[in-house]
């Protein structure tokens, strides 16, 4: 059983396409990186799991998106607990003008959960899933924006996390970051894959390589290539595929 | 041409170069094989050290490439070939000092029928015929010459399978020359090695350029 399956999935920004035609199927606990040039579609192609282009005026999308074997474009899909399901982390740290503290519980608090203590151990113990603990412990008072942005991006992931979601979706997560703040992110994800899926858009070929388990290739809307990352980087079988990974394109 | 581009021809600029050298080491080796031409052989054993330094080169050159450029798929792959390929150049530099030390040390009375009886000079001219085939495809980039090397191989090991008897003959009639005779044994073991080496060249400029891999497999399966 697929975790997510995407079915002949078109995609178009008013009267031009952003997709065409694709068809992925990603397995549950596994890491799927999406790779390509800028405009090739891998963002919009990711923000569909969670329907964040409904946001976008004048969208159309066609074909299926199923998470779980659930079209999520069905009618009566209830967006917000899609939402809950699908968490996102996206290219910049963007906490909420909050406490540390505040900007974990936000979620289950919007989520109608009022249990002091169960908010305040779900916060604990997502803060310190994302490797965050040691140094925020004694300033969960303060400030979100008093963290460096490492720090916030681990908070921002500790956030999506502290909701229960079984998909995660990232975007550039880590683009923003310095080398070591990068490395704390990646380890993050490879511990994260044991329990949720993860899909992660990425501009750095060895960040594909060192965090994802499959790899899929999009240029110009399509979907070139989807295989193994192993395969992708060693041996692509598609010479676009190989031109870009090598950086001779175009 | 990109950055990593250059760098990666450079690297097989320096490859070819390193295979000259050795192609024209094995050339000098049976040239004072040929003449038992000790000063030929001292040559050779100090040309080793030039074998000896490119190789160190050539692998520093390939880990810098590895940690500044990250090569991927088809450039990843040569770099690893070139890795290899330094290996086996650098070993077959050895073995033809071996030959040429060989050369210094026997004496001026050696039987040279022993050569044409062991058919040794038609070993090293397959040897060099493998050596420049395998340098020919390293060069154009093509597997089909490649290839080739897996059929001419197959005369060294026929040649050195056949030896064992040849010399062991040879010994029972010329009791009083044992020790050259084994000595020009262990050259036939060191020309049948330098066509293995040959050959495992191949095999790596076909994994590099279409990522097969081909080691350990039967011949049928490498002519594929």
Same mark, same amino acid.
């Given at each position: 059983?697929y975790?997510?399956?995407?079915?002949?999935?078109?995609?178009?920004?008013?009267?031009?396409?952003?997709?065409?035609?694709?068809?992925?199927?990603?397995?549950?606990?596994?890491?799927t990186?999406l790779?390509?040039?800028?405009g090739?579609g891998?963002?919009t192609?990711?923000?569909?799991?969670?329907?964040?282009?409904?946001?976008?005026?004048?969208?159309?999308?066609?074909?299926?998106?199923?998470?779980?074997?659930?079209?999520?474009?069905?009618?009566?899909?209830?967006?917000?607990?899609?939402?809950?399901k699908v968490?996102?982390?996206?290219q910049?740290?963007?906490?909420?003008?909050k406490?540390?503290f505040? #900007?974990?519980?936000?979620?289950? /608090? %919007?989520?109608?959960? &009022?249990?002091?203590?169960l908010?305040? =151990?779900?916060? @604990?113990?997502?803060?310190?899933q994302?490797?965050?603990?040691?140094?925020?412990?004694?300033?969960?008072?303060?400030?979100?924006f008093?963290?460096?942005?490492?720090q916030?991006?681990?908070?921002?992931?500790a956030r999506?996390?502290?909701?229960?979601?079984s998909v995660?979706?990232?975007d550039?997560?880590?683009s923003a970051?310095?080398?070591?703040?990068?490395?704390?992110?990646?380890?993050?994800?490879y511990?994260?894959?044991?329990?949720?899926?993860?899909?992660i858009?990425?501009? #750095?070929?060895?960040?594909?390589? /060192? %965090?994802?388990?499959? &790899?899929?290739?999009?240029?110009?809307? =399509?979907?070139? @290539?989807?295989?193994?990352?192993?395969?992708?980087?060693?041996?692509?079988?598609?010479e676009r595929?190989?031109?870009?990974?090598?950086?001779?394109?175009? | 041409?990109?950055h990593?581009?250059?760098?990666?021809?450079?690297?097989?600029?320096?490859?070819?170069?390193?295979?000259?050298?050795?192609?024209?080491?094995?050339?000098?080796?049976?040239?004072s094989?040929?003449?038992?031409?000790?000063?030929?052989?001292?040559?050779v054993?100090?040309?080793?050290?030039?074998?000896n330094?490119?190789?160190?080169?050539l692998?520093?050159?390939?880990?810098?490439?590895?940690?500044?450029?990250?090569?991927l798929?088809?450039?990843l792959?040569?770099?690893l070939?070139?890795?290899?390929?330094?290996n086996?150049?650098?070993?077959?530099?050895?073995?033809?000092?071996g030959?040429?030390?060989?050369v210094?040390?026997?004496d001026s009375?050696?039987?040279?029928?022993?050569l044409?009886i062991?058919?040794?000079?038609?070993?090293?001219?397959?040897?060099?015929?493998?050596?420049?085939?395998?340098?020919?495809?390293f060069?154009?980039e093509?597997?089909s010459?490649a290839?080739?090397?897996?059929?001419?191989?197959?005369?060294?090991?026929?040649?050195?399978i056949?030896a064992?008897?040849?010399?062991?003959d040879?010994?029972?009639?010329?009791?009083d020359?044992?020790?050259?005779?084994?000595y020009?044994?262990?050259i036939?073991?060191?020309?049948?090695?330098?066509?293995d080496?040959?050959?495992?060249?191949?095999?790596e400029?076909?994994?590099?350029?279409?990522?097969?891999?081909?080691?350990?497999?039967?011949k049928?399966e490498?002519?594929?």
């Amino acid at each position: 059983m697929y975790k997510i399956e995407s079915k002949n999935v078109d995609f178009f920004y008013g009267a031009s396409q952003a997709l065409k035609n694709i068809n992925i199927a990603i397995k549950p606990n596994t890491v799927t990186a999406l790779i390509g040039p800028s405009g090739c579609g891998k963002s919009t192609y990711l923000r569909l799991f969670n329907r964040m282009n409904d946001l976008i005026d004048n969208t159309k999308i066609a074909g299926q998106v199923l998470i779980d074997g659930e079209d999520i474009y069905a009618k009566g899909v209830n967006v917000d607990s899609l939402r809950k399901k699908v968490g996102m982390v996206f290219q910049k740290p963007n906490p909420f003008p909050k406490t540390i503290f505040e #900007n974990v519980a936000y979620g289950l /608090r %919007v989520n109608g959960i &009022t249990d002091k203590k169960l908010i305040e =151990e779900r916060v @604990e113990t997502t803060i310190k899933q994302v490797v965050l603990w040691d140094e925020v412990k004694d300033k969960l008072k303060k400030s979100a924006f008093e963290l460096s942005g490492g720090q916030q991006q681990r908070l921002c992931i500790a956030r999506a996390l502290a909701i229960q979601p079984s998909v995660v979706l990232m975007d550039e997560p880590t683009s923003a970051l310095d080398p070591i703040s990068t490395a704390k992110v990646e380890e993050l994800i490879y511990e994260l894959k044991t329990k949720y899926t993860i899909v992660i858009v990425t501009h #750095n070929m060895q960040q594909a390589g /060192r %965090v994802s388990d499959t &790899t899929a290739f999009f240029y110009m809307g =399509e979907l070139i @290539e989807h295989d193994t990352t192993k395969t992708i980087f060693t041996n692509p079988k598609i010479e676009r595929t190989q031109n870009y990974i090598t950086g001779r394109f175009g | 041409m990109n950055h990593l581009d250059i760098e990666l021809q450079q690297l097989k600029a320096e490859t070819m170069k390193m295979w000259l050298l050795v192609n024209l080491q094995l050339t000098k080796g049976k040239e004072s094989l040929l003449n038992l031409d000790k000063d030929l052989a001292r040559e050779v054993i100090l040309s080793e050290r030039r074998v000896n330094a490119y190789e160190l080169k050539l692998d520093r050159d390939c880990e810098n490439i590895f940690a500044l450029f990250n090569p991927l798929a088809v450039d990843l792959r040569f770099v690893l070939a070139v890795l290899k390929i330094n290996n086996n150049l650098e070993r077959i530099g050895d073995y033809v000092e071996g030959i040429a030390k060989f050369v210094l040390n026997v004496d001026s009375n050696f039987d040279t029928k022993l050569l044409e009886i062991t058919r040794v000079v038609e070993m090293f001219a397959a040897a060099n015929n493998m050596m420049e085939t395998v340098l020919e495809a390293f060069d154009k980039e093509d597997t089909s010459i490649a290839r080739k090397v897996f059929q001419q191989d197959e005369l060294l090991d026929d040649i050195n399978i056949k030896a064992n008897s040849i010399i062991a003959d040879y010994i029972r009639n010329h009791p009083d020359n044992i020790d050259a005779t084994l000595y020009l044994l262990s050259i036939i073991r060191k020309l049948e090695r330098v066509g293995d080496q040959a050959k495992n060249m191949a095999e790596e400029i076909i994994f590099y350029i279409e990522a097969k891999v081909l080691r350990h497999r039967s011949k049928v399966e490498k002519n594929k």
